[in-house]
């Protein structure tokens, strides 16, 4: 009996040893080598690694040894994952955890302080931020004023640092300190205005309109029977160059229109017309009057023609409203190519008379100018060594009531004005400004420009067909003629 326990026992022992020898061991998945820029929140070791033995899921039996692992100093470091697998041997996978230093950092922002006596002290952070590898980290920069001195007048050095693994961050803004009022008022006070007359000059205004639609029907009884224009980015531009003395006169002047495609709405058709371009063009040199003027459009498959009546004409299906036919009758002559070259002369005496009142009038400038002219009005001013500029933000319709604004200058916002100097000479004078108009917002800008480099030219003499001779009391008595146009009599 006891033989037979013993024989039975033995079996036992021998079936589970081959069981033992028999079982899966596991098997680890997903072990990867990770990457870690020190300072970022430490990585999970456990993140899509996984263990298996044969269908069982054993992840929680995972051991992970980061113990050679150093996150606070860059290199590559030895990861271990592993599985017991009871008297087998354990399951193992190693990984490379790499560290590297973060990337430095990026200061951005950084520009010239302007600072006037007796103001309050600047933000040097205004405006300034710093990243690292996407992140904003401007509450780590260091800033270093600790040359700058606010109440003398000078250039001064501010320096902005921003910590790095191996080079630090580091950029520099120069802070100018000048005299509030005096500085500027100096400027302008003391600039030479009376040399505009004898050199070179450019000056001009440009216009944009975004979209306009303007209605060709004017007598229609009800709104319904309107027909529409709509001009769309319609630019105008004007640029006169002068070179103006008792020995000689020198003229350009030239105005540019363009637009992009037109159209016109009749009822709840929009067809589309052409977009236009083109110039007038007029030169004085040399005792002739240059004329030049050439316009040019594309219908909606872009194909460029130069513009003429006839095409005009044919622009529109018989089928257009009759005013847009009149219309274009009326306006088509004005847009024929033109090259003329006329006799131009002047009447001396009139000459030294205007430069004369001109020479006066700009002596006067500096006088007119106080140190008062910038005190409590609704522009910020700041000044270089060589520029103002005057700055209104905003549409002057939300102005402060104290300023007592005319109504009229409601429409005006986004105001900027610039006067540039040189050596106590006037160089430059830039502004731009938007209106807000009921049907449209212009954004208008004017330039002058006391170094324009050269006059243009108006091309050789043979392209020009020459006219009979022309006065400069001609072109007044023409001017007059156009600005107070002769009553019409009254019908009897």
Known sequence: MFKKILAIAAIIIMIIAFAACDA???KINGAADITYIIGEEAPNYLSGVSAKRGDKDVTSEITVDSSKVNLQTAGTYK??????NGKKAPTI???NVKVNNPPNAIISGVKTIIYFLGDEEPDYLDGVTATRNGLDITNEIDVNYDDVNLTTIGEYTVIYTVENAETDTREEASVKVYEKI???STMLTEADYTGLLDQKM???ISLRIEEIVIPLSFGAESQDDFSLLEINNLNLSIDLYSQFSQDAVELYARLNISTDMMYLLVDEARTPLFSLEGHYAAAVKNGYLYVDSLWEIKDDQNTKTDLSVALMQFLFSSDAPAEVKLVLIEL??????CKEKIVFSFEEDLIDGVYEEINMLLSLIPESIYPELFEGTIFDFTATENTVTAKYEGSLADAPEEYELPEEMSILSDIII????GENKFESICASAKIDIDIAILEIAIIIDANADEIPQM??????ELKETLTIMDVIDAINELMNPPEEPMPQ
Not at 459 to 464: E, I, K, L, R, V
């Open 93 to 95: 996978a190693e990984i």
């Open 332 to 337: 088509a002559p004005l847009f024929a190519p």
């Open 459 to 464: 091309g050789a003499d043979a392209d020009y």
């Open 79 to 84: 990861l271990t994952y592993s599985v017991d």
């Open 182 to 184: 005096n500085y500027i």
């Open 202 to 204: 450019r000056a001009g």
């Open 24 to 26: 899966p061991v596991a």
């Open 418 to 421: 610039i006067i540039a100097f």
